[in-house]
Structures are given as structure tokens and as C-alpha cells.
């Protein structure tokens, strides 16, 4: 029969739990601003009040460092943004939750650097290796999602049978992209009004008519 484990053995893994959380935190707001490749165990054990080796322990090589990173700001992504949208109902409700959330995640600064795998698709869109294939792997997911809903809107009636979804959701995808550009490059807030804008109108445009009259 397995012993179960000690009282003492439970506090220390709870412990390096807490440690190696706190560690990516920190990892992940450095990275979505300066970088990926920014991170190193050096910089984070000056950053925690750590050894490098206490770092080291946690994750064993810089690349298995990057890779912890990226999924540290998945699960932020999954917590701010898409669990809230699974609240709306399947298709237009759920559509514009998912760009809403998406918006108010990077309006608010979740991150320094804005949205992290925007900063992140940018820094490996032209490296290979598994640190950009995680990164392609959860890009994609969020725009997969973001036409599946658009699908559920064409299936729902909500949209014109004529609609692309594929094609909506990249333009879509696109108007928060560009907002995150503008504010991080420029600082400029209104760049979240003009996104809620585009978004507003490109959603309208994709109604049946007889749909937009009942909304007047």
C-alpha cells in the first residue's frame, strides 16, 4: 500500500508551488515587454531574492524556462478572458464577450507589455522550435474559437448565411491586435474606442436586416 505523504513533505511542495508561481509572474510581465529571450535565470534570481540555482531547480534550462512562461500567461489568458465569455450563450452573445474580455485584458494592463502573445507571436513568428509552436498552438486556438463562434451565429441566424467565418474572425482578431499596437507603441487609448467601434460595426454588418430592424 503507498504511505501517503508526510505533513512536512505536503508544506514543501505547497511551498515550491507558491515559489515557482510567483517566479513566472514575474516572468511573464517581463516578457511581454521585453521579450522571451530577455528571460534568464540570472535575471529572475535577482528579481525574486533567489540563487540562480534555487531558479535553476525549478526549471532546468532557459527553454524550459520560456516554455513555463508561455503557459503561465495561457492560464492568465484562459482566467481573464475566455472562462468569462463561456458564461454568454453559443454564437453572437459569446462572440462579443470574447473580443470585450480580450479588449479589457490588455486596456487594463494585465501585462506591461500589452498582450503577451502578441508580443510573443512577434518575437518567434520566425523561429522555429517548440517555444514558437506553443506559442502558434494557443494563437490559433484563440482564432479557431473566435470563427467557431462566428459559425454558431450563421448556424443561430444571428449572421448572414453568406458571412466567411474564417475570414470574419481574422478581421475581428485584427482590430484588437491593432489597438494593442497603437496603445503600446503610441499610448494612445483611444485606439480601444476605435476597436470597440470597428467591432461594433463589423458585427452589424453581418446581420440579417430584419435582425438590425428589431434592434432599433
Not at 86 to 112: D, S
Not at 164 to 179: G, I, K, R, Y
Not at 195 to 203: C, E, F, H, L
Amino acid at each position: 500500500m503507498k504511505r501517503a505523504a508526510s505533513p512536512t513533505v505536503l508544506y514543501h511542495r505547497e511551498d515550491a508551488t507558491r515559489t515557482r508561481r510567483d517566479i513566472l509572474s514575474v516572468a511573464t510581465d517581463i516578457a511581454s515587454a521585453e521579450g522571451l529571450e530577455g528571460l534568464t535565470i540570472g535575471r529572475l534570481a535577482k528579481e525574486q531574492g533567489m540563487s540562480k540555482t534555487g531558479i535553476f531547480a525549478h526549471f532546468g534550462s532557459k527553454r524550459q524556462l520560456q516554455l513555463a512562461t508561455v503557459d503561465s500567461a495561457k492560464q492568465v489568458f484562459l482566467e481573464r478572458v475566455v472562462q468569462p465569455s463561456l458564461k454568454q450563450g453559443r454564437g453572437i452573445r459569446r462572440l462579443r464577450a470574447m473580443l470585450e474580455n480580450w479588449l479589457a485584458y490588455v486596456e487594463q494592463t494585465v501585462f506591461r507589455g500589452g498582450c503577451f502573445f502578441a508580443a510573443a507571436s512577434a518575437e518567434f513568428d520566425s523561429r522555429p522550435g517548440p517555444v514558437r509552436d506553443q506559442i502558434a498552438q494557443l494563437t490559433k486556438m484563440w482564432l479557431v474559437g473566435l470563427r467557431d463562434e462566428t459559425t454558431n451565429a450563421v448556424s443561430n441566424k444571428e449572421f448572414r448565411a453568406s458571412i466567411d467565418p474564417a475570414q470574419f474572425a481574422f478581421e475581428l482578431h485584427a482590430f484588437v491586435q491593432e489597438a494593442n499596437w497603437a496603445f503600446k507603441l503610441f499610448n494612445d487609448r483611444s485606439a480601444f474606442l476605435r476597436a470597440r467601434r470597428a467591432i461594433r460595426s463589423k458585427i452589424a454588418s453581418a446581420e440579417p436586416q430584419h435582425r438590425i430592424g428589431k434592434q432599433k
